[in-house]
Structures are given as structure tokens and as C-alpha cells.
């Protein structure tokens, strides 16, 4: 239902707008429209002589160099309140500024095509998104707008005319401003930070994009992937932003600003409520005790893991520690970065996985590459075959457990002896710290996602040989059922609540309350709090989530029955039914 305007309205009242996209930061924002500049759909293009091919390579060159200063100016001078993510994301568009492949292949079209430096600039930045646009990974996918927004830049430079922002946004008017893009790149986030934003609306981006990262931990709603909401809104338009809907009304009836505004104060009112659970036991109302977790992917976050009550952290996405970076991360980096996620948990347990980066997926020409990569050297298989990579992250694992609880989760495990194997490595590189003299915590807990279904299947010896399990629906899911997880086509095929799934998580579960082993969801499931009183009806005592999500599902946990939920779970599942969620509600 993305990108598609049309037209609400009623006589008494003038025809207003509605644009779809993709909700990702949830929320209401009403206010004026600050609608921001893009370059790259305003530069003109034109041929030039071959006389003056040398001098548009040198502008070309200049402005990359401008660029790049800029960028390391900024990155340099990140204010101490600036959104965490904001540091790493400016890397990544200063590797890719600084790739002297960019210069090169851009300078080839300007001798080749003839095209002025803007074209050939615009052509060679659509080739490499391009490239990275059909990568499986979701995170290589988001990165082609990382493409975009570095040649957005460095046209910008070439147009003499970098300004970016709005006039509105230095303006002295006091109504809430709504960022209207093409995209957001992380550098415009720092020169937007600061600012009275209400919400931030883009053309492109999906859910791993900087504009949903870092509205999010702005905690400002959202709406991306719009299509054209750049140039359907003009500066200064009144707009209601919905993150829930995904969707913007441009230039509302006062009847419509009416009604949103009551629906903005109702949710204000249900936040502040919903803060008071903070320190209130995750508990049923049949007395179950459940253990609510986070899921981070920076060290930094486990702050907000612990402002939201958090348990203890259910999965640290380690692999972002290993992106946007040239060099791998070396033993004493990552020991700082799990050591400072440990000690900020204070005590509470801290489950790091282990690398979890995709095949190589680079395509080899034109020729059509047969492997595929959601079924390759991935994960677990990854660091087996590259056991100098995985000894670093395993001693350094040992080493961050002396500060407190760390437990380690291994990734995509779908053979016995891939468990057996990273015992090995976890032994041998506790050998090696003891003989070096190197201090390490010794009986670390080794656990593993199960998210291929074979494992889940025949789970119980995987249950003996493992300190605990980790549900990873995400991937599940996307296994049991054969539907890519990132493919739009098939998105309405992507059920979390196919009854194979259920069945599954509740094998897995009971097989591990037999073995007295705890079971986690650390998938996107355990966050949906529409779908918490399955999950307790399966039997489920663990959830790790994003921070944000947490007090949702504490409170549907409070209210919800559990032994009543099991046994209206078990009953439809022995039938393979599917179950209707308000069941029960
Ligand atoms: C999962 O697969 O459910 C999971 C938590 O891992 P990721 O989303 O990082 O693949
Ligand atoms: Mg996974």
C-alpha cells in the first residue's frame, strides 16, 4: 500500500491529501512541513568537449575533497548529545567518499560519455546502489542509500549551494517542524539534531534505514519509503504525521487536526502510564514469572536497555561491532565494547552472539551466481571457516566475562557438530588466554539460536548439549515457510502465525522446559506485544526485544492468564488450527 496519494475529503470541508509509506518509528506529529532540498534531482546534466574533460575531472576531484572534509570536520566534532549512531554511520559515508574507485569510474564517464561531473556522478552512484539494492542482507541492502546520500553531497558541493535545511528550520516560528526528504543521511541528521522536530518523512529508506535508526532513538515518528512526499508537500504545509498508519495528511481540515490531536494526547496519556511499569514485575495474573530481555546491536544501547527495565540483555547483535569499518575489530576492541555492555548491566546476564555476517555476496559479472546466500557460509558456518576471525571474538568474549554475566550464543546452528566445533574454540582459546597469563572468566554459558527448522525439529539433543536455547523467529520463519524475509513480493506470505511455525515453537519450548534448559524468543515476535499472550500460551517464560517495545509486553503480560492461554493453544495447535489472535484476548 506504499507510495500512493489520494484524496480524502468532504464538502464541508477542502480536499486533503494522504500519502502512504511504511510506519517505523510509531507515534503523531502535527505540524508545519520543513521540506528539505535534494540535489540530485535538481543538478542539471549536459555534455561536454573534450577540451574541458580535464578541468571537470579536476571539479569532480575538488568536490569530493570538500566532501570528505565536511564529513571528517563533522564526525570529529560529534557533540556529546548526539544520537550514538550518528559516529559509525559517518564512517561508513567517509569510506565510501574516500574509495578512489569512486573518483575513477566516475572521471571514466566524464572521458567516455562526455557527461559534465554531475551526470557522470548521478550514473556511476545509480550503478554501485544498484549493486548493492539486490543484496539478500537487509544491512548491505540499506547501504545503497548510503550511496545516494554521499553523491547527494557531493553534488550539493558542486552546485555551490550545500544548504540542505529549510528556511523554516532557522526561522523564529515556534509550531513543531515535520522534516520532509528525499532521504536523511546521518551528516544531515547531525545538522538536524538540535532541532524542534516533530517527525521526519522520506521519499526512500526502509526500516534499517539512518532515517528509521536514528528517529528512533530520537524517539520522533517516522514514516519512510514514501515515494513522493518531497514533492507533493510544499514548505510551510500544515501535516499530520501517523508512524502507526505509516501514512501524512497534507494540509488537514480543522475537523481532521481535531481529531488527531485527541489521538496524540490519548497516546501521551498511555506512554506515561505504560513508564509506571518500569519497576513492576513481569508477572501473570496466574503468577507466572516471565524474564523480559532487549535485543542491542551497539554497546551503547544497553543504557536504554536498562532505562526500560530490561532483565538482562537476550541478544547483542555483535556483527555491528564488524560493519562499516575497512579492518576487522581487533581482540582489545571488542573486550572493551563487551566489557562496557557488561558492567552497564550491572549484574544482569548479557548474551553476546557470536559474528552472525552473511556469504559473500558479490555477483560475478553478468554470469547468474546458483548459490544462494540466506543458505550459505553464513553465521556460524562463517566463523568455523575462519577460526583465526573467531578465536579474536572468543577471547575476547572470555576476557569481557570477568566484569560480570556474559553468555554466548551461536548463530544459525543446524549440525551437532558445529556445537561440538565451537566448544573446541571456545576451549582452545581459553588454553591460549591461560597460557599467555591473560585473565578470563572460566564456565561461560554457551548457548544457541535455533532458527533452522531441522534443529527445531530434532531439538533435543541440542537441548543436552547446550546451556540454553534462543528462538530466532526471523529466521525461522523465513525457513520454515521459504519466504525470503526481505522480499516485498512475498512479505504477505511471511506468517508468524502459521500453525507449522506455532508447532515449532512450542516443541522447542517444551523440550526445553524437560530439560530444565531456559528458552528465549529473541526474534521480532517477542517484541509484538499483539502477539504475547501466544506466545505465553506456548509456554514461552522468556522474551528479548527492543528496549522500546518492552513496557508494551510487560503490560499484556500483567493481564494475561497463562495457564488458561496454554490450554487454548495446545488444543487448536493438536489440530493444526490456525488461531485467531482475539481469542484470546
Ligand atoms: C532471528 O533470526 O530471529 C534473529 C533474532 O536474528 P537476526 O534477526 O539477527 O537474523
Ligand atoms: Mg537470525
Not at 514533492?231 to 504545509?237: E, F, H
Request: proline share 4%; net charge negative; with cysteine.
Amino acid at each position: 500500500m506504499s507510495k500512493q496519494a489520494h484524496l480524502q475529503g468532504s464538502p464541508e470541508h477542502s480536499a486533503m491529501v494522504c500519502l502512504h509509506g511504511q510506519g517505523v518509528v510509531k507515534g503523531y506529529a502535527i505540524g508545519r512541513a520543513a521540506v528539505m532540498s535534494a540535489a540530485s534531482l535538481e543538478v542539471a546534466h549536459y555534455r561536454i568537449a573534450d577540451t574541458d574533460i580535464q578541468a571537470e575531472c579536476l571539479r569532480l576531484k575538488q568536490a569530493l575533497q570538500a566532501a570528505s572534509r565536511d564529513l571528517q570536520a563533522m564526525a570529529q566534532a560529534l557533540p556529546d548529545d548526539a544520537p550514538r549512531e550518528l559516529g559509525p554511520l559517518l564512517n561508513v559515508h567517509s569510506l565510501l567518499l574516500d574509495d578512489p574507485m569512486l573518483y575513477e569510474q566516475t572521471c571514466a564517464l566524464i572521458e567516455s560519455r562526455h557527461y559534465n561531473a554531475e551526470w557522470a556522478l548521478t550514473a556511476q552512484g545509480q550503478v554501485l546502489a544498484e549493486q548493492f539494492a539486490v543484496m539478500e542482507d537487509d544491512y548491505l541492502r540499506e547501504r545503497a542509500s548510503d550511496i545516494r546520500q554521499v553523491i547527494e553531497r557531493v553534488l550539493r558541493e558542486m552546485s555551490g549551494s550545500p544548504a540542505f535545511i529549510s528556511d523554516l528550520v532557522t526561522s523564529n516560528s515556534s509550531d513543531p517542524l515535520i522534516v520532509v526528504a528525499r532521504d536523511i543521511s546521518p551528516a544531515d541528521m547531525l545538522r538536524l539534531r538540535g532541532g524542534r522536530f516533530a517527525a521526519f518523512l522520506t521519499d526512500l529508506g526502509g526500516p534499517t534505514s539512518h532515517t528509521a535508526i536514528v528517529a528512533r532513538s530520537m524517539n520522533v515518528p517516522a514514516v519512510v519509503g514514501m515515494g513522493n512526499v518531497r514533492a507533493l508537500v510544499r514548505d510551510g504545509d500544515i501535516l499530520i504525521a501517523d508512524g502507526f498508519l505509516g501514512t501524512v495528511l497534507i494540509n488537514p481540515s480543522e475537523q481532521v487536526l481535531a481529531e488527531y490531536r485527541e489521538r496524540q494526547a490519548g497516546y501521551q496519556q498511555e506512554r506515561a502510564e505504560l513508564a509506571l511499569l518500569k519497576d513492576a514485575p513481569a508477572i501473570t495474573l496466574d503468577g507466572i514469572q516471565v524474564r523480559l530481555q532487549a535485543n542491542i546491536e551497539l554497546p551503547e544501547e544497553a543504557q536504554e536497555a536498562l532505562a526500560a527495565g530490561a532483565d538482562g540483555i537476550g541478544l547483542f547483535r555483535s556483527e555491528f561491532l564488524f560493519m562499516g569499518r575497512r579492518t576487522l575489530p581487533t581482540e582489545e576492541e571488542q573486550y572493551e565494547a563487551y566489557a562496557a555492555v557488561v558492567k552497564t548491566m550491572q549484574g544482569k546476564p548479557v548474551t553476546i552472539r557470536t559474528l552472525d555476517i552473511g556469504a559473500d555476496k558479490t555477483l560475478d559479472g553478468d554470469v547468474t551466481v546458483a548459490t544462494n546466500p540466506a543458505l550459505g557460509l553464513r553465521a556460524i558456518r562463517y566463523c568455523l571457516a575462519n577460526p583465526a576471525m573467531f578465536a579474536t571474538q572468543l577471547r575476547a568474549l572470555l576476557r569481557a566475562s570477568l566484569h560480570g554475566h556474559i553468555r554466548v550464543l551461536i548463530p544459525m546452528i543446524s549440525h551437532m557438530h558445529e556445537v561440538h566445533a565451537t566448544r573446541r574454540a571456545l576451549d582452545n582459546a581459553a588454553r591460549e588466554l591461560e597460557e599467555q597469563g591473560v585473565a578470563f572468566a572460566r564456565n561461560i554459558s554457551l548457548g544457541a539460536m535455533v532458527e533452522v527448522p531441522a534443529i527445531a525439529i530434532a531439538i533435543e539433543p541440542f537441548v543436552d548439549a547446550l546451556d540454553f536455547l534462543s528462538i530466532g523467529t526471523n529466521d525461522l520463519i523465513q525457513y520454515t515457510l521459504a519466504i525470503d524475509r526481505g522480499d516485498s513480493d512475498v512479505a504477505d506470505l511471511y506468517d508468524p502465525m502459521h500453525p507449522a511455525v506455532l508447532r515449532l515453537i512450542a516443541h522447542i519450548i517444551n523440550a526445553g522446559d524437560r530439560g530444565g534448559k531456559s528458552v528465549s524468543v529473541c526474534g521480532e515476535m517477542a517484541g509484538d506485544s499483539r502477539v504475547t499472550r501466544m506466545l505465553l500460551g506456548l509456554g514461552l517464560k522468556e522474551f528479548s526485544m527492543h528496549p522500546q517495545q518492552l513496557l508494551d509486553v510487560k503490560k499484556e503480560v500483567r493481564l494475561a492468564h497463562s495457564n488458561a492461554l496454554r490450554v487454548k493453544v495446545a488444543s487448536a495447535l493438536n489440530r493444526a488450527e490456525r488461531i485467531d489472535l482475539a481469542s484470546l484476548a
